[in-house]
């Protein structure tokens, strides 16, 4: 079907294109499972590789979410929608009108990655990641987790000392429509001098900090009830603000253990000594650093998935790496980080633990078989790159994917 902007959407399949080198494997595994299941529950996923590596990543992620589904008798339809670099090329938007409002019907949206140096000198309103921000906005997906743990089968790949990283297990909960990225004003000026002047304005609210503080507070409640606030609050009015908030609502929460950091501390602190912290709660811009950082911990970004949650509605579940260019065409990243953002996406996304459950379970199955792609490789461990480390996680979830995919080899 045609869309109004033009470009081709499909309500049930992914287009060839999206589809990795496993598309016949996976036919025929979810061919098995239809006959012994009967399929109880419809999802619509939207499905937005963006550009780079996204279209490496995601369809490795579509391939692994639509068994790990069915193996639970759940029916997934996909519908690719453009957006970022190739929306530009196509419709001269990188957010098409068409992608946010199909996205808004969806159950749930898995996203790649935006961005491409062909635009980089693009007007902000033209540039790719616009997108992202304009998709944040146009959803409400306010808060943003970011998982980041050391699994034991890859503490030899951490930036740090192995005994500073083993064992990391924390979430970082970061505001996602507000503060700095977001408030009013911003934009450019001249000033009395006549010196150009750009700005922005980091402001919090009262009911944005409780809005995301609430989450953060659940959350820890059921992690292990320590949950550690991030801000500035020795100079930033917005900060201030931010930790008076938190510090009200922790009265309402005697079970949860509450800390405050600046953000410089926090940020020698996750490298120091990371597994003091459980959950960790900050604004738009501190997250955004301190998730890259602690990307380090277990050793890479292509291992850290990450979801954006909203009141209600379909959420973002998104690799947190980004499209990178050096990268692409080489089939060498990680797309682990895209297959554990589908395990988010089930979770929280559909609320469907079990099938979370099982992607989770399979890729620490295909560690525990010695794969690792570039990024975490070790001596010991065998290199693959990311179509293959898609086949072997297949093959982890369902065994009966593995003679399908051996004929393919
Ligand atoms: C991220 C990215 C984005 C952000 C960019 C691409 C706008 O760095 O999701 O971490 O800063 O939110
Ligand atoms: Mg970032």
Redesign the pocket.
């Known amino acids: 079907m045609a869309g109004a902007l033009g470009f081709h959407v499909s309500k049930t399949e992914i287009p060839v294109a999206l589809m990795s080198g496993t598309k016949q494997t996976f036919r025929k595994a979810s061919a098995i499972r239809c006959a012994a299941n009967i399929p109880k529950k419809r999802y619509t996923i939207a499905v937005l590789p963006g550009d780079g590596v996204g279209n490496e990543v995601i369809p490795v992620a579509v391939d692994a979410l639509r068994l790990a589904a069915s193996l639970e008798g759940l029916d997934l339809s996909f519908e690719e929608l453009p957006i970022g670099g190739v929306a530009l090329d196509l419709v001269g938007v990188p957010l098409p009108e068409e992608t946010l409002t199909r996205a808004k019907q969806s159950d749930a949206l898995l996203l790649g990655a935006v961005g491409w140096p062909k635009w980089d000198n693009n007007p902000k309103h033209l540039k790719p990641i616009t997108a992202l921000l304009q998709l944040r906005a146009g959803l409400q997906v306010f808060a943003n987790l970011r998982p980041i743990t050391v699994l034991p089968q890859l503490v030899d790949s951490t930036y740090l000392r192995k005994d500073t990283a083993e064992g990391v297990d924390l979430l970082i909960i970061r505001e996602l429509t507000g503060g700095i990225y977001n408030a009013l004003p911003r934009g450019f000026t001249t000033n009395e001098q006549g010196d150009e002047v750009g700005f922005c304005t980091e402001s919090y609210s009262a009911s944005e900090v409780d809005h995301i503080a609430r989450v953060a507070f659940d959350i820890a409640k059921q992690r292990r009830g320590k949950l550690c606030s991030v801000d500035k609050a020795t100079v930033l009015e917005g900060s201030m603000l931010w930790r008076k908030r938190v510090t009200a609502m922790a009265s309402e929460y005697p079970e949860v253990e509450v800390s405050h950091l600046l953000i410089d501390t926090a940020a020698m602190d996750l490298v120091r000594h990371p597994r003091q912290f459980d959950t960790i709660l900050t604004g738009v811009m501190f997250g955004?650093i301190l998730?890259?950082l602690a990307a380090m911990i277990p050793g890479s970004v292509g291992l850290l998935p990450s979801a954006a949650l909203g009141d209600s509605g379909p959420g973002i579940f998104e690799p947190?790496h980004g499209s990178a260019p050096k990268h692409y065409g080489k089939d060498t990243v990680n797309p682990m980080a895209a297959v554990l953002s589908a395990a988010m996406l089930l979770r929280y996304g559909l609320k469907e633990e079990n099938a979370a459950n099982r992607i989770e379970k399979a890729v620490s199955d295909v560690l525990d078989r010695g794969f690792r792609t570039r990024d975490i490789h070790t001596p010991g461990t065998t290199l693959v790159g990311c179509k293959r480390m898609g086949e072997e996680i297949l093959r982890s979830l369902d065994a009966r994917v593995s003679a399908s995919i051996g004929s393919l080899a």
Do not use: A, L, R
Request: aromatic share 0%; charged share 50%; glycine share 0%.
């Open positions: 955004d998730s890259d947190v």
